[in-house]
C-alpha cells in the first residue's frame, strides 16, 4: 500500500468562490485546451459530433438550483466547479496498486505517473468526488495537476505561472496559492470568508476550498451549499458507475 508523505513543505491549492461563478465553463475549455496540447497524451474525445459524445475533462461545472427551506425564499442558481482536491489524505493515492497516483511532498499536489498506471480504476473507486477520469483512448487515469507544468515554468512570464483555470476565469472566482502560508492570499480569503471541505465528513481533508455565497435575502445564515453535497454525492457514484462501464471494454475487463 502506498504511504502518504506525513508533512509537505508547501501545500498548493484553489479557493473556488461560489458566489462569484458565473457558470461560463471558460475554467473547463482552458484546461481541457492546456492538458490537450502541454500535459501527456491529448485529453481524447469520443465522437464528438456524433449521437453519444464524450470526453475527458480534468475540470467540470455543474449548475444546481437551490432552494431554501424558508417560506417563500428564492432559489438560487449555483453553479460549483469540481475537480481533484488534492486531499491531504488522499484515498486514491493509498489504493493505487502501482504507486502511479503519488502525493508530491514538496508542495502536496496529487499527481499520476502514467506510464506505471494500469487503468485498474481503484482510484476513481476510491474517490468520494468522481474527480478521475478514465481516457477511453489512453486507457489511463487522468486528473487535475494544478498546471503543474505552468506553475513552475521560468520560461512563462510570472503572471501567467498560475492554473490554466485560474488565469482564464473572468469572474475571478478561481484563486491559486499556498495554504501552508497563512498570509498567502488563499488562506486569507479562506478565514475572511470561512471557506469549507467538501464532504468534510469523507475524512480525505481536501486541500481546496469552496466559498459559500454570500446571503442576498433575510436569512443571513443560511446554508446553501449544503444542499449540493448529496448531488455531487450521488454524481460521483455515477461516475463510478459509468467507470465500471468504460473498463468492460478494456482488454480483459468484465464482458
Not at 486531499?87 to 493505487?96: F, K, L, N, Q, R
Request: glycine share 8%; net charge negative; proline share 9%.
Amino acid at each position: 500500500m502506498t504511504q502518504l508523505p506525513q508533512t509537505t513543505e508547501r501545500k498548493l491549492g484553489l479557493v473556488i468562490d461560489l458566489d462569484t461563478c458565473v457558470g461560463c465553463h471558460a475554467c473547463v475549455v482552458s484546461c481541457k485546451g492546456w492538458n490537450t496540447e502541454n500535459y501527456g497524451a491529448p485529453l481524447s474525445d469520443q465522437e464528438p459530433y456524433g449521437e453519444d459524445p464524450s470526453g475527458t475533462f480534468l475540470n467540470r461545472v455543474h449548475s444546481y438550483e437551490v432552494t431554501p427551506a424558508e417560506p417563500d425564499a428564492t432559489a438560487k442558481l449555483i453553479h460549483f466547479p469540481k475537480s481533484c482536491l488534492h486531499c491531504e489524505d488522499a484515498p486514491c493515492v493509498t489504493v493505487c496498486p502501482t504507486g502511479a497516483s503519488y502525493k508530491r511532498v514538496e508542495d502536496g499536489i496529487v499527481l499520476v505517473n502514467e506510464s506505471d498506471c494500469i487503468g485498474c480504476g481503484l482510484c476513481a473507486w476510491a474517490c468520494p468526488y468522481g474527480a478521475r477520469e478514465l481516457d477511453a483512448k489512453e486507457k489511463v487515469m487522468k486528473k487535475c495537476t494544478l498546471c503543474v507544468d505552468r506553475i513552475y515554468n521560468e520560461n512563462l512570464p510570472e503572471e501567467d505561472r498560475e492554473p490554466a483555470c485560474v488565469r482564464t476565469c473572468p469572474a475571478n472566482a478561481r484563486h491559486f496559492g499556498d495554504f501552508a502560508d497563512p498570509e498567502s492570499n488563499v488562506s486569507k480569503l479562506t478565514a475572511e470568508r470561512g471557506g469549507m471541505d467538501l464532504m468534510p465528513e469523507m475524512g480525505t481533508k481536501p486541500v481546496n476550498k469552496y466559498l459559500p455565497p454570500r446571503p442576498r435575502d433575510a436569512a443571513p445564515d443560511m446554508d446553501v451549499l449544503t444542499p449540493l453535497l448529496k448531488p455531487v454525492a450521488t454524481e460521483a457514484k455515477g461516475f463510478v458507475g459509468w467507470l465500471d462501464k468504460a473498463l468492460s471494454t478494456l482488454p480483459g475487463g468484465k464482458n
